[in-house]
DNA sequence: ATAATTGGTTCATGGATCAGACCATAGACC
DNA sequence: GGTCTATGGTCTGATCCATGAACCAATTAT
């Protein structure tokens, strides 16, 4: 079976089948566990992890797996740990990759990566908006719109990426399609795990704001079409802050 | 952590972050593999397999985890092995849930697994066809080309359904981004682990015949509308064939 | 007949994972 | 201040998974 067609497996290959299979450890499916759940805005810098036996009770695997992606995620900075009574494990609130240097590496690494997630991104979330604006319910605007708010009253940086991450699930949700969730907290995971924190300044916080509030109006009266070209222009914006910061830490080509 | 807010998990819930771990066994991805190969026509009905030993070389995993994948496989009537010096592992001409009764209990059972994958590929198999037809080169067009000749001169229903699955594959890949060719690969494979086959009649192969010719002229023309549109009522024929094929066998509520 | 090619079987080894026990720390609580 | 308790830190033995290698069995090319 060496004799693939050249035609079939081309340039932005699709993993051909025969390439190596990696074991995966149940520790690294632990540590995406976490990693999704920090990008989801599921625990917010300063908060404390569930003890590590009750983790290990949750996820059902044993405390030494938990053990082993908690070390993980704490060399690479995202996790504090304290001891004694009320110690515990605690997430960090400058988690991701923390020095100039490392970000550079980082996107040096993964580079193309980068450009297909963000590509994806823009070209699928449009669409997401658009399918939402088509079919929510009278039931999908309450979590939308409580995450809108949130997102208006966040007081800080992190608060502003959890309410930010919890609009678009809201949205993606009211597609009433798993997979179409499931893509877009993966596309959004990724982004995560490669970078850790999108740039933020007041201006792009007074745009996102106005993008989100046009979006949530959008979705709720139907306008499909205004709504996937809000969120074009959305991602668009978010991908090009992320292409300035990574040229501007050396990491562009 | 288990305040998780109400608002937050919703009935398509994206498999909230706390659910059980499941270690995947070297075995089960061997077997995902194959069956992807299957789905994606790399390997037709009566063709040989490689050796073993060769699988286990070019997957990097034993021997043994090579034939207890087979072993899955063989259980669920998709091989047939022959032993000897001609010998070997053959895809066999029947595979999938072969008696009505099969189809139906998979499609009951997965109903839901079901509706969710054919409508998210409607959605997105358009907007694959559309960016394909607004970034295609030249190269690419050739194996679009090559795929589509094979598909009207495919003599049965498994070069044909061969043929089908390199067509859009190909399509995918003009894309040049491959989260979209994974999504696109995965949406399909996804379909073919449900059912095995999609309903076959020459009718449908006419109608089948002139959209594929318009997509492929629509992609290559650069005519981006027109290659969604196209796709959307492809997609749209292909998910109503199954839902006749499941409501005929019974399984839909 | 013999050699070659393939699947079928067995075994020893190392690693991953688990369950459980126990230790160490530091703050709560009296 | 002393004790209790909730947490992380460490160790051990058992079990299961995956590997690599050797060898057996069947079948056919030569």
New interface residues.
Partial sequence: ?SG?SA??V??????P????????R?AD??VD??V??FA?G?YVPGQQ??PERELAG????SRTSIREALRQLGEDGYLEVRRGRTGGTFVRSDWGPRSAEHVRRQLVARWDEFE??F??RT??EP?IAR?AAERRTEE?L??IR??LQDYLDAPDHDASRRADA?LH??I??A?????????S?D?RTRIGLNLGAEPYTDEVRRMAIRQHQDLVAAVAEGRAEDASRIAAVHFTLSETLMRGLAERAGGAP
């Fill in positions: 079976m693939k035609a079939l081309r340039s932005p290959d699709a993993s089948w025969e390439a190596p299979i990696v074991s995966r149940v499916d632990v566990r976490l999704t759940a989801l599921l992890l569930p949750m996820l059902g695997v297909a997630i590509d994806a070209l699928i669409l399918t999908d309450g979590p409580a995450a919890r699930l809201a993606a949700q597609t009433h399609n798993r997979i179409l969730v499931e893509t907290v596309l």
